[in-house]
Each structure stands twice: as structure tokens, then as C-alpha cells.
């Protein structure tokens, strides 16, 4: 499964699900929305953590909380 | 006078809520405590017209009415509780209409709890940059909300915004659209038989947030935890399940609502300023030394620009203190008022200018929305530490004062990093320990040139005990991290906001509430301890002042005048109780070279770490043999002797043992205080004070008797 984890910069996809039920809300009120697009933008030093663009803003998150953002395959 | 209506302001963060408030309010804000928390509150009066007055009040920034983190919590406790003292008439909720979908989704929790809410629309002429152009008379039919265009920072758009709070405070009128996703009626009805009849949206809240709601008992929790069993409720499924059903229908409204320019040309996407800065700041490399280069110049100014005002306040006090004298007789009420009162309010006046040159730069940081790259850059090397990216605020302000610092701890969601920062933030260098540095550096420490004449000696020591106090900070924090056990994940889901130019009113108002929040605050504690010492050091047991001056008397015969005075205060400061205290304490702190003198200083510093200077300036000045005329503090110290060696009491083995035990020890009762009521437990403050003080006693006394 792919996940945002997966991405390099300027990759994107489309969300179809989360892995983790307490991060999803989280990510959820924070517009990351199945069948959204994400596209990351920014890698942190040591590349972690990352910044997507989603529903019109951005919003970082670590690595291993991006794994938990199920996308589409290509 | 009618009571007046209150209004909350909620928003997202970034959403403009406080330009709002300040365009609002003007300089009509006062802060205040929420009861039970310590969380500013920060209120203000709006004045609609001739008397006709509201109460706004200003709350955390937060993206659902779900709490993640303790300031969230704190909206959720009063906007879900009628009966709390703060709960508002009628809300504002503040949208940036660039973000539109997402800041709707507050908007339509708040509005479903029951609350008459009016919609504000904030950065309309972000939004048409971005090609968005918003029809907002149709949101207003679609949502059935009135709906106002404001633009927060300029203060544009508040009349039309006052039009739609007077239309919502007369006709209270809450658009309800009943429960966003269906439940069984007689969940529902189960809730409002045991809590009263009461919206069924409010009930769902009651049922999914009750541990983190005050206002419920802990048999009513009980109870709410049944009602959950028997109709086999899953709240994490219906919270995830209601924000898809929110964001499907708000998708809707922002579809008939908004039209996309750069759909309809199919124009690329545009490179905008965030994007451009983001490539420096977040740079592998650039992003830290420009971090560096901020922090270098922020402490060049709370450090240097900062003593000038420092010190006119600093004589000001010394000048007020001396006309005092003058003109009033001798008396006990003198003594309390210019070496007790006042000495005590210099004391706490004295670091208004470092607390606001940093909150000046921390606020400007936040403003721009710089603060959070940092904590983006920072958050990898922090977490190896026990700590978050988040932690980087925290550290950044103790600098000036633990207080505020501890208190910004509240925006880290996770409770186990929470809880690290907030026990280590008190050992950075804070500026309360500066005089005591300062006064000890001269003592021990030569002036002079040093690495090819670059640096000055003395300030490279300055310079090495607050890199010693990060690095103790964070070593802690790992030793705590092995310790401590997480009952849930951090995490570090946080948005980037857009950078912006800093509302310079903004950032005024920010230095001023911080500083009156000091001055009233950690004041008080301060003023109280002087006071008290002072009575410590006057009184002793019994006649033992008496005796002590007549002792002197039979003892020198000859002496008279300024001489014989300060032989006398000796002589009084060691039968006082203050003097009591030291020498019983001695044998304690003899292994770290310290005798009763500096003992005294010890206890009365425990509470107020700043207290120290002043007590050695009270027992040296009372029982200095030099002439009090030209003779600073640092003077009397370095001519005091030690009786043992007869070489100067403060040589460098002694002088080093003093700065670091106050780089390391936990001496300050407001810092406690604060820890207590965070973290709502007495072991926090404990462990806190336990822990740093054995760290500084041990640290002393190895370096007591490596250099002795």
C-alpha cells in the first residue's frame, strides 16, 4: 500500500484511507479527506519531519504519521 | 447596570481571532484567570453604541470542538457547560475565508451545540488572490447564519459585524440542523432523562468528551460511561464518521458559495511568497543558521540593549529609596518600607525590559508564522530528547521567566513530551538568575580579552552557564524520557500557516499582558519574601537584639558613629532569626564552601531566586565594615574574609560552586505554583524541585572541591 510516507517532493496522490483510528480524526478536521489530493512540498533536515499541500494550505507532520495516510497506487 | 452580554471568539488558529479581538476591543482588554486553570483569559468591553456594552471574551485557537490538547479542552469545558461562569451568549466564529471548508467545520460544530453564532469572514482579499471569489450573502442563506465580512487586521468590516451580533443577541436565533449523523432516540433520550432536556448534539458531546468535561462527577462519568455500554456507542467512529459527513456537506455549500478563478482559465499554479521563504527556511542548512542568526540577536538584545533601561530602573529605585530616607525619621515603618517594600518592587521591575525585548521577538516569531518552521526544523532533533518541536517555544521563553513558559507548554498535544518540558524548562538560565551571575562573574571572574582578544572573559562564562542549562535541560529530558511511561503517541500533526507581516499592535498587546502577567504574578511572591525577610533579619528570638547591641557596646568602647552602627547590625544579623536559620543550615552547605551568610541567602532565595542579591546586599550592608557611602555589593562581598583561611571569602572555587547551584536548583515558588496547577498534581512540583536541587547541590559540591 502506498502511503504519504512514500511520497518525494513534488509527488502527489489522492487519500483513500488511514491506518490509524485515532490520527485519522486528527487528520480528518484537519482537511485531509479521502479523495482529497496531497502533494508534498517541504522534507524537514534529516527528512523528517514532512509538509504536504492539502485542501488549499499546509500542514507538517512526521513520517511515521504520514504512514498512516493510505493513497492511491500509480 | 444590566449585566451585558458576553460573545466568545472562536476560531482557527491563524484565522485572524485576535486581530479581530484587538480591532474589537482596542485597549479595552484585561487578562484574567479561568477558574480552576491558569490559562490567561484574556476579555474585553466592545462597545456597540452609547451604552450599549458586550463583554468579548478571546479563546485558544482550535480546529474542532474534539479536544487533542489541554488548551483545546479548555473551549470545549465552557462552551459545553451552560453553567460555567464564562459560558457566552452568543458566539463569533472567525473563518479564513482562504481556508474556508476547513475553518466551516468549527463553525458548524459550534453552531450545532446551540450557541447563537454569527460568521465572520476574515482574509477575503487573501482569498481573492488566490482566485476565490466568495458570495457570502448565499453562504448566509445556505449555513442560515448571519455572515460578515471583515478584514481583522485593517479593522475593516466592523460595522457590518455589529449589525449581525445585534440581529443574533435580539432574536438569539440558533440555526439548528438537529444531530449531523443519526443516532438511536433512545440514546438521546437516556442522556436527557439523567442531564436534563437538552440539545442532542450538546448530549453526544456530554457522552463522547465527559473525562475531559469538569463540570461532570465522577458518578455522573460512571453513569455516562453506561449509557455508552448499554447502546453500544463507539465515539471514535462516530467523531471520524461525523467529520466526513460535515466536510461532505460543507463541500456542497462551498461549492455553490465560492467560485474558483483559476479553475474556469485553468491557470497554473501561482508561486507565492510562503513558498519562496519556505525554500530558505526550511533549508537543510540555510533553515538553521537563519535560526541561529535570530537567536543570536534576540539574546544580543535581552542581554545587552536591555541593561540600559535595566539599569535606570535599577537607580531610580536606588534614588527613591535614598530621598525616603531622607525625609523620614528613623523608624521600624522606614526600615519595612524602603529596604523591605521597596527594595522587594525594584526587584520585579527590574526584568520588565528582558521580559519584553523576548516576548517582543517571541510574539513577532509567532505573528509571521517563522515560529512554527522552526518547530518543524527542530521537532527530529528535539525528539530524540523526550521533547517535541513544539518544546522549542517553551525553552525560547524561559529564558526570560519558566512562568509563561510553562504556561506555552499547553499547545503540545502529546502529555508525556508536555510533561518533560515542563521539568526541564526551569533549568534554562532564566532572567531572574542574571544579577546573581552578574554579581558572581565579577567577583571571581578576571576582566579580560581572551581567544586572540574576540571575546571578553567574563562574558564567555556568562555565555557557558546558559549553554550548561540547555544542555542540562535536555540531558534531563532524556534521563525522563528512559523514566516516564506514555499512555499515548505524540504527535506532530500542526499546519504551516501562510507567513505574514506582524500586526505590530498585536505584538504590543502581547508584551504588555505578558508583562503585567509578571509583574502582578511572580510580584507578589516577590514582595512578600522581601518583606518577610526583612522582618527575619530585624527580629531575633527573644532579647537576643538587645543583648547583641549591648554586647558590642561593652566590647568596643571606643567605637562610635557609622563604625560602630555596622558592627552593631553585625552582630543583630547573626542573633536574628534569619542568622538562626543560616548557622543551622551550615553544616549542610559547609561541603559546597558556603557558610551561615550565604545560608541565609539560600533559604530566603528558595522562593525567588532574585531574592539572593538583595539578601547579600542586606547582610553585607548590615554588617559591612566598609564605609556604606561608596561601597557596592560587589565591593563588600569582595572584601568579606574567610575566618578559616583569612584568604577572600569568594575565591573561584566558592564564586563557581554559587553559579552553578543556581544554574541548577529549582528556587522559585511561582515556577511550582505554575507546574502545580498544569499539571494539576502535587508529585510534578516535587519531582521538579527534588530533582534539580539534588542536581545542583551534587554539581556544586564537585565543583567546590575540584577547585578548592
Known amino acids: 500500500m502506498r502511503t504519504v510516507a512514500d511520497l518525494g517532493i513534488g509527488d502527489h496522490g489522492f487519500i483513500t484511507g488511514f491506518t490509524d483510528e485515532k490520527l485519522s480524526l486528527k487528520l480528518l478536521e484537519m482537511g485531509c479527506l479521502p479523495g482529497t489530493e496531497v502533494i508534498l512540498t517541504h522534507h524537514a533536515p534529516f527528512g523528517d519531519p514532512i509538509a504536504i499541500k492539502v485542501s488549499g494550505y499546509t500542514l507538517s507532520m512526521r513520517k511515521e504519521e504520514a504512514a498512516t495516510i493510505l493513497i492511491n497506487s500509480i | ?708
Open chain 2, 1 to 708: 447596570m444590566a449585566k451585558i452580554p458576553k460573545i466568545a471568539l472562536i476560531g482557527n488558529p491563524n484565522a485572524g481571532k485576535s486581530s479581530l479581538f484587538n480591532s474589537l476591543t482596542g485597549l479595552r482588554q484585561k487578562t484574567g484567570n479561568f477558574p480552576g486553570v491558569t490559562m490567561d483569559k484574556l476579555t474585553g468591553i466592545w462597545e456597540l453604541g452609547p451604552k450599549n456594552e458586550i463583554e468579548v471574551l478571546d479563546l485558544p485557537g482550535i480546529y474542532s470542538i474534539y479536544p487533542k490538547s489541554i488548551d483545546e479542552e479548555l473551549v470545549i469545558n465552557i462552551l459545553g457547560n451552560p453553567a460555567h461562569p464564562d459560558y457566552p451568549d452568543m458566539a463569533i466564529v472567525v473563518a479564513d475565508a482562504s481556508n474556508l471548508k476547513r475553518n466551516l467545520l468549527l463553525f458548524s460544530q459550534v453552531r450545532d451545540l446551540g450557541i447563537p453564532t454569527v460568521l465572520a469572514l476574515n482574509m477575503i482579499d487573501v482569498a481573492e488572490n488566490e482566485g476565490y471569489v466568495i458570495n457570502s450573502i448565499k453562504l448566509a442563506r445556505e449555513l442560515s447564519v448571519e455572515v460578515a465580512e471583515v478584514n481583522a487586521k485593517k479593522g475593516i468590516g466592523i460595522n457590518g459585524l455589529k449589525l449581525a451580533v445585534q440581529k443574533t443577541l435580539e432574536n438569539r436565533f440558533s440555526s439548528n440542523d438537529g444531530l449531523p449523523l443519526p443516532v438511536s432516540e433512545e440514546l438521546i433520550a437516556d442522556i436527557q432523562a439523567a442531564f436534563g432536556d437538552v440539545d442532542p448534539y450538546r448530549c453526544l458531546l456530554w457522552l463522547m468528551e465527559h473525562d475531559r468535561m469538569k463540570m461532570f462527577t465522577k458518578v455522573q462519568c460512571a453513569d455516562l460511561d453506561q449509557i455508552m455500554v448499554k447502546h453500544n456507542f463507539e465515539p471514535k467512529k462516530y467523531k471520524s464518521a461525523e467529520t466526513v459527513k460535515r466536510y461532505e456537506f460543507l463541500t456542497e455549500v462551498v461549492d455553490r458559495c465560492v467560485i474558483n478563478l483559476n479553475r474556469q482559465w485553468d491557470a497554473p499554479p501561482v508561486k507565492t511568497w510562503t513558498d519562496r521563504l519556505d525554500k530558505l527556511f526550511l533549508h537543510p542548512v540555510g533553515g538553521y543558521l537563519f535560526f541561529l542568526a535570530i537567536l543570536f540577536v534576540m539574546f544580543q538584545a535581552v542581554f545587552t540593549w536591555a541593561t540600559y533601561p535595566m539599569d535606570a530602573i535599577d537607580a531610580g529605585v536606588a534614588l527613591l529609596n535614598d530621598w525616603l530616607k531622607g525625609i523620614l525619621p528613623e523608624s521600624t515603618f522606614r526600615g519595612l518600607l524602603t529596604d523591605g517594600l521597596i527594595a522587594g518592587i525594584g526587584g520585579v521591575l527590574i526584568f520588565i525590559p528582558q521580559i519584553a525585548f523576548l516576548f517582543f521577538f517571541i510574539s513577532m516569531l509567532e505573528e509571521t508564522g517563522y515560529m512554527s518552521r522552526v518547530m518543524f526544523i527542530m521537532d527530529k532533533l528535539m525528539r530524540r530528547f523526550g521533547l517535541n518541536g513544539k518544546s522549542v517555544v517553551p525553552l525560547l521563553s524561559s529564558v526570560a521567566c519558566a512562568v509563561p513558559a510553562i504556561m506555552s507548554t499547553r499547545s503540545i498535544g502529546s502529555r508525556k513530551d508536555r510533561l518533560i518540558t515542563i521539568l526541564v524548562t526551569p533549568l534554562m538560565s532564566c532572567s531572574a538568575r542574571l544579577p546573581i551571575y552578574t554579581v558572581l562573574i565579577a567577583l571571581v571572574v578576571p576582566e579580560k580579552n581572551t581567544l586572540f582578544g574576540l571575546f571578553n572573559l567574563q562574558g564567555l562564562v556568562l555565555f557557558i552557564l546558559y549553554l550548561l542549562g540547555f544542555f542540562m535541560a535536555l540531558f534531563s529530558a532524556y534521563l525522563m524520557k528512559l523514566i516516564l511511561k506514555a499512555k499515548e503517541k505524540s504527535y506532530f500533526i500542526m499546519e504551516l500557516p501562510t507567513y505574514k507581516g506582524p500586526r505590530f499592535k498585536h505584538v504590543s498587546y502581547t508584551i504588555l499582558n505578558n508583562v503585567k502577567a509578571f509583574v502582578f504574578e511572580a510580584g507578589k511572591v516577590i514582595v512578600a519574601i522581601s518583606i518577610i525577610l526583612w522582618v527575619l533579619a530585624s527580629y531575633g528570638p527573644g532579647n537576643s537584639m538587645e543583648d547583641a547591641t549591648n554586647r558590642i557596646k561593652i566590647q568596643n568602647p571606643n567605637l562610635t558613629g557609622v563604625e560602630l552602627s555596622n558592627k552593631i547590625a553585625g552582630e543583630k544579623l547573626e542573633n536574628s532569626y534569619a542568622g538562626h536559620f543560616g548557622k543551622f543550615i551550615e553544616p549542610a552547605i559547609r561541603p559546597l564552601g558556603y557558610d551561615w551568610k550565604i545560608g541565609i541567602a539560600l533559604i530566603t532565595s528558595f522562593a525567588a531566586r532574585e531574592v539572593f542579591v538583595g539578601t547579600m546586599s542586606t547582610i553585607y550592608s548590615l554588617g559591612g565594615e566598609i564605609d556604606n557611602e561608596n561601597a557596592t555589593i560587589k565591593n563588600r562581598m569582595r572584601a568579606e574574609i574567610n575566618p578559616q583561611t583569612g584568604k577572600p571569602m569568594y575565591d573561584m572555587a566558592l564564586g563557581f560552586s554559587l553559579l552553578i547551584f543556581y544554574a541548577f536548583a529549582m528556587q522559585c515558588m511561582s515556577t511550582l505554583a505554575t507546574t502545580y496547577r498544569e499539571t494539576k498534581s502535587w508529585k510534578y512540583p516535587l519531582i521538579q524541585f527534588g530533582y534539580m536541587t539534588a542536581l545542583a547541590y551534587l554539581s556544586a559540591f564537585l565543583v567546590y572541591q575540584a577547585l578548592s
